[in-house]
Nanobody
Framework: QAQLVESGGGLVQSGGSLRLACAVSGVPLGRFGVGWFRQAPGKEREGVACISRSGGYKRYADSVEGRFTISRDNAKDMMYLEMNSLKPDDSATYYC??????????????????WGQGTQVTVSP
């Protein structure tokens, strides 16, 4: 059974930075694409960033391009989301996810197979 645990969320001022981490167990993380999603109150969950199995392919939502960086460490079964120049609109619960189907590419659609419980990010004006 896969288990994903996010950490690193919190309260930060506009313009600040946070680094989210996701520890994955129960599945061979190095075989699958992974992604980060977020959901704000009253809004649908949206894809933020994803990275392929090898790390050679990445995609970002337009709203975070140039500010967020996704990375992974397959040896440690970890994935990360570095968030810079944060804005109040970035406030949401952030989720990490594993996609068992896609390996060499990744997508920002809500088709992932395993999900974490989420970590709250709040950006004050």
């Amino acid at each position: 059974q896969a288990q994903l645990v996010e950490s690193g969320g919190g309260l930060v001022q506009s313009g600040g930075s946070l680094r989210l981490a996701c520890a994955v167990s129960g599945v061979p993380l190095g075989r699958f694409g992974v992604g980060w999603f977020r959901q704000a109150p009253g809004k649908e969950r949206e894809g933020v960033a994803c990275i392929s199995r090898s790390g050679g392919y990445k995609r970002y939502a337009d709203s975070v391009e140039g500010r967020f960086t996704i990375s992974r460490d397959n040896a440690k079964d970890m994935m990360y989301l570095e968030m810079n120049s944060l804005k109040p609109d970035d406030s949401a619960t952030y989720y990490c996810a594993v996609d068992e189907l896609r390996t060499t590419l990744c997508v920002l659609r809500n088709v992932y197979h395993y999900w974490g419980q989420g970590t709250q990010v709040t950006v004050s004006p």
